[in-house]
């Protein structure tokens, strides 16, 4: 009796089974694989951070399209989910929830701006996210969450970093100014801004004349001005957002006020559209700024060809055309975190942050390495003066001159024009 051969047929077919599923399994891989990677975040489209923030979605569309032009993240392309928050702090918990919840987004990074940075930190710590920040000024410091980084140039101590090269340069001349007046908005960033500029004027001994705060929804700042030019202060400090700064140096310039230096902490300025429409009345203003056309900063890998390509299609996005003071460092923010997903083979967040934070990174910006807080390790705030600025024209502000790094001393283009009133002349 000859043995039966089903047996060895049905364990073929099984076989052929398994192997067909294990192909098929294969494919569902490789499919999965090539799905994107999405990166959500909120952003100021509208509203009084939109001037800034629109370019700062163009400078994150550009990585975009660079990273996918070599092959992606982990060989899958990056796809870019995002929605206006309108500049309004009350619409980033339902912006973020959404991005998480409904679209499945794989890594989240803030929007522009530290107010719209405050309402998402709860999120990130109740979600365990790894979150990059986008220009907030010491919005770690009540939290001390270990998973958020920010790509401000601030340094350890955030609350100083905005004032800290202003009040140095101050403390410098001769004869050294004795007397201060302080204002800045009643919001986040102005409030951490005074904290730290009343630290410094304990340190640099000079006397408070005035310090008092506004509404953000003021529109006249002409009184604020004459109370602040009763005091006769030798240094004005102004913390603002770009309304404000716009409105309070007008209002100076139209009632007379002439200290010695002025400036400091003013939004905005350094914006091209308020550089081309204030023009000449930018001269000897002495203001925070992270980045300027000076020969220190053209010389970093990689800028230059970012600029050229943000500047290519600045226009027809109807963007800040230059493209000098947020988009280099949103560019630099995405590189960190493309960097860091490459590095872990992965997007486990809390892989991707022990990364972050134990290594330094290259960017268009330079070097950057996170220490305290996720802060930069070493702060790089700017202490820029306007000069001999002439009309409203766009092209003199593209190169060096116009702009002059004052601080720090490694990377200082230029002397300031002291008093302020000379630099007017």
Same mark, same amino acid.
Request: hydrophobic residues 40%; without cysteine.
């Given at each position: ?218 529109? &006249? ?98 963007? &800040? ?87 720090? &001393? ?16």
């Amino acid at each position: 009796m000859r043995p039966s051969r089903r047996p060895i047929r049905t364990w073929a077919l099984v076989g052929a089974l398994i192997g067909t599923f294990m192909l098929a399994g294969a494919g569902a891989f490789v499919a999965r694989a090539a799905d994107p990677i999405k990166i959500g975040f909120g952003m100021a489209l509208t509203g009084g951070l939109s001037a800034n923030g629109k370019p700062a979605l163009l400078a994150i569309q550009v990585w975009k399209d660079d990273v996918n032009k070599k092959g992606g993240l982990l060989g899958r392309p990056v796809e870019l989910v995002y929605y206006d928050d309108q500049t309004n702090p009350a619409t980033i918990p339902g912006i973020y929830t959404k991005l998480l919840d409904v679209d499945k987004v794989d890594l989240v990074i803030s929007g522009y701006g530290t107010n719209l940075i405050a309402p998402l930190m709860p999120i990130a710590m109740e979600r365990k996210l790894t979150v990059m920040g986008m220009f907030g000024l010491a919005n770690n410091e009540k939290y001390q969450y270990p998973n958020y980084f920010q790509i401000q140039p601030a340094g350890p101590d955030p609350q100083i970093s905005t004032a800290i090269g202003f009040f140095e340069l101050a403390a410098r001349q001769t004869p050294k100014p004795q007397t201060i007046a302080m204002v800045g908005a009643d919001a986040e960033y102005p409030q951490n801004a005074l904290v730290g500029a009343r630290e410094l004027v304990k340190k640099f001994g000079f006397k408070t004349v005035y310090d008092k705060t506004y509404p953000p929804s003021t529109v &006249d700042y002409t009184p604020i001005v004459r109370a602040i030019k009763a005091t006769n202060p030798d240094i004005v400090f102004v913390a603002s957002y770009p309304p404000d700064s716009v409105g309070m140096l007008r209002a100076a310039l139209e009632v007379g006020l002439q200290p010695k230096i002025f400036g400091g902490g003013m939004v905005g300025l350094m914006f091209t559209s308020v550089m081309t429409s204030m023009g000449p009345m930018l001269n000897g203003i002495v203001n925070y700024d992270f980045w300027a056309p000076e020969p220190p900063f053209l010389a970093i890998p990689g800028i230059k060809e970012f600029l050229k390509e943000y500047q290519a299609r600045a226009d027809k996005a109807g963007v &800040d055309p230059l493209g000098y003071y947020l988009p280099p460092y949103s560019y630099a923010l995405m590189q960190i975190l493309g960097q860091a997903i490459e590095a872990t083979k992965g997007l486990a967040q809390q892989r991707i942050a022990d990364h972050i934070r134990a290594n330094e990174f290259s960017t268009v910006v330079g070097k950057v390495k996170f220490g305290k807080n996720g802060e930069w390790a070493k702060g790089r705030t700017l202490m820029v003066q306007y000069q001999k600025i002439q009309g409203t024209g766009i092209d003199q502000f593209r190169g060096p001159g116009k702009k002059i790094v004052l601080y720090p &001393d490694e990377l200082r283009s230029g002397a300031i024009i002291y008093p302020y009133a000379a630099a007017k002349n």
